[in-house]
């Protein structure tokens, strides 16, 4: 199984972004998905989660209403399209599902 991040990187306060996720060597479309993110020093904590089918999200409440995640079965991702982005915001953001992890993508809010 291969998950990769990709989308991150550096933007002001107020500022957007999207980040992608590929995924490839399983069943795709039979698997939920989930974004996480980290900041050093505290735990991961997961941001957004998209059932197999899409038609079921779920988000941390700091996020809600600046973030949504959506996917693409037909092409193997997932995306976390993110506005208003604040530097608590700050991490290294990882797509998963179960037990699979990507390398993370780091997005960074400062002005």
């Known amino acids: 199984v291969q998950i990769r991040e990709s989308g991150g990187g550096l933007v002001q306060p107020g500022g957007s972004l999207r980040l992608s996720c590929t995924v490839s060597?399983?069943?795709?479309?039979?698997?939920?998905m989930r974004w996480w993110r980290q900041v050093p020093g505290q735990e991961r904590e997961w941001v957004a989660y998209?059932?197999?089918?899409?038609?079921?999200?779920e988000y941390i409440d700091s996020v809600k209403g600046r973030f949504t995640i959506s996917r693409d079965n037909a092409q193997r991702t997932v995306d976390l399209e993110m506005h208003d982005l604040r530097p608590q915001d700050t991490g290294v953001y990882y797509c998963?599902?179960?037990?699979?992890w990507g390398q993370g993508t780091q997005v960074t809010v400062s002005s």
């Open positions: 998209i059932s197999n089918g899409g038609l079921s999200t």
């Open positions: 998963s599902t179960y037990n699979y």
């Open positions: 060597g399983l069943a795709f479309s039979a698997y939920p």
